[in-house]
């Protein structure tokens, strides 16, 4: 077992950098973490999606700070609770999966987790799947862990009330969800657990389960989200997702779109930069320094931090000559058009995905030729071979 660290300024970073809340409080896990005992704690990924994104590396870069102080982390893979798919935020049930989908998105998952978390050495993460036990239960071990809540409980989700506002259902099975996830808690008898703040009913169920089975305290920390000036969070529902697995390129440039106002939470949750230097960025905003300059910074550190400094020298270089020069880029996708006007190109092209999408890239005055904007309206504006058509700031094809 590695010696655990008790270092002070760790300890606050780690109850600090990120961080939501933590439940039962702060105090209490500060006390944990000084005691010189190494703590268990987890967090659970279900598969989804066959990547992980960049809101699951925000807690993972908490999980490597408990890891370094020689702590026992988990990182569970939900391959049983995907089944279902957790019920959070979503104003319907979610399409459920065969096992083997499940199985086949999380392939890449240890891999891609290896950036943040370490699975050798003399404290290696574990790596976990929550079919070993859930899959076991019987259905009498079922009925005796929904003894332990009430429907009252459950329907004080957020989403749940929301949809009975408007009339839509709820199903059995989605209020199985924050059991099943508690009661991976109780099977492998953590002391604490780490998700984002939209996990916490999931997680304090999950203390709620601890402390009747097994008479112990379970500390909850939630982290803060990385979301737009409009609360919408970044990942997969909102189709504004950074994966892990996205190029070095294509990772600087959806950095540089993100709104001004997710500078400094993009710096605090997901690159290296010191407390004390995210502070200072967030003086640099409030004395009127170009917000574009300090994007350029940290889109660096964020592609820096998930995919390594030359990947991110690399994506930097391509933003720059691509899009802050107004260059097109020396590569990109050619297509010989069934039709050789533009609205044709952007559809078949992929670009648009439909004529009626184009027809409105066109008209908000998004679309070039040969770096000449399309006049509004004029939708079938003529191509020939070797054009260049240009949607937004991103997407070019090559007619041939």
Same mark, same amino acid.
């Given at each position: 077992?590695?010696?655990?660290?008790?270092?002070?300024?760790?300890?606050?970073?780690?109850?600090?950098? +990120? *961080?939501?809340?933590?439940?039962?409080?702060?105090?209490?896990?500060?006390?944990?973490?000084?005691?010189?005992?190494?703590?268990?704690?987890?967090?659970?990924? %279900?598969?989804?999606?066959?990547?992980?994104?960049?809101?699951?590396?925000?807690?993972?870069?908490?999980?490597?700070?408990?890891?370094?102080l020689?702590?026992?982390?988990?990182?569970?893979? #939900?391959d049983?609770?995907?089944?279902?798919?957790?019920?959070?935020?979503k104003?319907?049930?979610?399409?459920?999966?065969?096992r083997?989908?499940?199985? $086949?998105? !999380?392939?890449?998952?240890?891999?891609?987790?290896? *950036?943040?978390?370490?699975?050798?050495?003399?404290?290696?993460?574990? =790596?976990?799947?929550?079919?070993?036990?859930? #899959?076991?239960?019987?259905?009498?071990?079922?009925?005796?862990?929904? /003894?332990?809540?009430?429907?009252?409980?459950?329907?004080?989700? @957020?989403?749940?009330?929301?949809?009975q506002? @408007? $009339?839509?259902?709820?199903?059995?099975h989605?209020?199985?969800y924050?059991?099943?996830?508690?009661?991976?808690?109780?099977?492998?008898?953590? @002391? +604490?657990?780490?998700?984002?703040?939209?996990?916490?009913?999931?997680?304090?169920?999950?203390?709620?389960?601890?402390? /009747?089975?097994?008479?112990?305290?379970?500390?909850?920390?939630?982290?803060?989200?990385?979301?737009?000036?409009? #609360?919408?969070?970044?990942?997969?529902s909102? +189709?504004?997702?950074?994966?892990? /697995?996205?190029t070095?390129?294509?990772?600087?440039g959806?950095?540089?779109?993100?709104?001004?106002?997710?500078?400094?939470?993009?710096?605090?949750? !997901?690159?290296?930069?010191?407390?004390?230097?995210?502070?200072?960025?967030?003086? $640099?905003?409030?004395?009127?320094?170009?917000?574009?300059?300090?994007?350029?910074?940290?889109?660096? $550190? *964020?592609?820096?931090?998930?995919?390594?400094?030359?990947?991110?020298?690399? +994506?930097?270089?391509?933003?720059?000559?691509?899009?802050?020069?107004?260059?097109?880029?020396?590569?990109?996708?050619? =297509?010989?058009?069934? *039709?050789? %006007?533009?609205?044709?190109?952007?559809?078949?092209?992929?670009? !648009?995905?439909?004529?009626?999408?184009?027809?409105?890239?066109?008209?908000? #005055?998004?679309?070039?030729?040969?770096?000449?904007?399309?006049?509004?309206?004029?939708?079938?504006?003529?191509?020939?071979?070797?054009?260049?058509i240009?949607?937004? /700031?991103?997407?070019?094809?090559?007619?041939?």
């Amino acid at each position: 077992m590695s010696k655990v660290n008790t270092d002070s300024n760790k300890i606050q970073e780690l109850l600090t950098r +990120g *961080v939501e809340n933590i439940y039962p409080t702060r105090e209490f896990l500060e006390k944990e973490l000084k005691s010189g005992r190494q703590l268990s704690l987890y967090t659970g990924y %279900d598969p989804t999606a066959p990547t992980l994104h960049i809101g699951h590396a925000i807690t993972m870069r908490k999980l490597r700070q408990f890891q370094e102080l020689g702590h026992k982390v988990i990182m569970l893979i #939900g391959d049983f609770t995907g089944l279902i798919g957790d019920p959070t935020d979503k104003g319907a049930a979610r399409v459920q999966q065969t096992r083997e989908q499940v199985l $086949e998105n !999380c392939k890449e998952y240890q891999k891609q987790a290896s *950036v943040f978390l370490n699975f050798s050495g003399d404290n290696p993460v574990e =790596l976990k799947y929550n079919s070993e036990w859930l #899959g076991k239960l019987n259905f009498a071990d079922v009925l005796e862990l929904t /003894s332990n809540f009430t429907v009252q409980r459950m329907l004080e989700r @957020d989403m749940f009330q929301k949809r009975q506002q @408007d $009339e839509k259902p709820i199903y059995l099975h989605e209020f199985l969800y924050p059991i099943m996830q508690a009661f991976d808690s109780v099977a492998m008898d953590v @002391d +604490g657990e780490v998700g984002g703040n939209d996990q916490t009913f999931n997680m304090l169920c999950g203390r709620d389960l601890m402390k /009747s089975l097994k008479q112990r305290e379970k500390f909850v920390l939630t982290m803060k989200l990385l979301t737009d000036p409009t #609360g919408k969070k970044m990942g997969k529902s909102e +189709g504004n997702m950074i994966a892990l /697995s996205d190029t070095p390129e294509d990772m600087f440039g959806k950095v540089m779109r993100w709104t001004d106002g997710m500078i400094v939470s993009g710096f605090d949750l !997901c690159t290296n930069l010191s407390s004390d230097g995210v502070r200072a960025v967030e003086k $640099e905003l409030a004395n009127d320094v170009n917000p574009r300059d300090l994007k350029l910074k940290l889109a660096l $550190e *964020v592609t820096k931090a998930f995919l390594g400094e030359d990947a991110a020298k690399k +994506g930097q270089e391509y933003f720059v000559s691509t899009f802050s020069k107004k260059e097109t880029p020396d590569e990109m996708p050619e =297509l010989k058009p069934s *039709v050789y %006007d533009v609205s044709m190109v952007l559809m078949e092209a992929k670009i !648009c995905k439909s004529k009626s999408e184009a027809r409105q890239v066109i008209d908000q #005055g998004g679309v070039k030729i040969n770096e000449n904007k399309v006049e509004a309206k004029d939708y079938s504006a003529k191509v020939k071979a070797g054009d260049i058509i240009q949607k937004g /700031s991103r997407f070019f094809v090559r007619v041939k």
